[in-house]
């Protein structure tokens, strides 16, 4: 079937769309074929895969959020200025060559892989959205404080655990769990991405707002009473067996 959304494209792949009798998501407008759109405002290039792309003219690349580009066989995550060879993520500035950066906003390293990184002067360590750290050797990934060693936080605000995963925790007195963006939970040997409140057994969540479904995998889901069905920014669903 053919999208609804102001789209004319074949072969392709979109994800966060709102309405779409395809595979879309989040696709504003596009005329391009055989490629995958993430996020896409406008494009006008062809074998290219976009996400989050407001403007590219460019082939042979691999575009996330990228606001303006002009280079060729590079893959771009959000970023705003941009060399050859590099792959970069939520760049602001930088000056290196052959390193990946994702979300970063100032560095001098060379060699390294940061993630969110506002200030960093480690060596050796990727670090994901560190505010601040005094840990070495460990991945930490949206970390705001953290004095935990040999783990590997995501999001995490504040942490006095250990051995477990965290992702955008909150608030958690779980042990021994894998946590995403979980705001609160007293469940246990769970998986839970951008979890707001769950009282569930035995499912994985993402970004799940109510849900009384059972052995389940949502993504972004508001409300849903479906059962056997995985969802990605899903609003509203009520659907059985498609």
């Known amino acids: 079937m053919m999208p609804t959304k102001g789209i004319a494209v074949v072969g392709i792949t979109f994800w966060d769309v709102k309405s779409t009798g395809i595979a879309f998501w ?65 760049l602001k ?59 590997t936080f995501w999001g995490v605000k504040s942490i006095a655990v250990v051995r477990n995963t965290f992702w955008d925790v909150e608030f958690t007195s779980a042990v021994g769990k894998t946590f995403w963006d979980v705001k609160s939970t007293s469940a246990v040997g769970k998986t839970f991405w951008g979890v707001k409140s769950i009282a569930v057994v035995r499912n994985t969540f993402w970004d799940v707002e109510s849900t009384s479904a059972v052995g389940k995998t949502f993504w972004h889901v508001k409300s849903t009473s479906a059962v056997g069905k995985t969802f990605w920014d899903v609003k509203s669903i009520a659907i059985d067996g498609k």
């Open 26 to 90: 989040s696709v504003k407008s596009t005329g391009a074929v055989g490629i995958s759109f993430w996020n896409v405002q406008s494009t006008s290039a062809v074998g290219i895969a976009f996400w989050g792309v407001k403007s590219t003219g460019a082939v042979g690349i691999s575009f996330w959020d990228v606001k303006s580009i002009a280079v060729v066989r590079i893959t771009f995550w959000d970023v705003k200025f941009t060399v050859v060879r590099i792959t970069f993520w939520d």
């Open 93 to 151: 500035s930088f000056a290196v060559v052959r390193i990946t950066f994702w979300d970063v906003k100032s560095t001098s390293a060379v060699g390294k892989t940061f993630w969110g990184v506002k200030s960093i002067a480690v060596v050796r360590n990727t670090f994901w959205d560190v505010k601040s750290t005094s840990a070495v050797g460990k991945t930490f990934w949206d970390v705001k404080s953290t004095s935990a060693v040999g783990k």
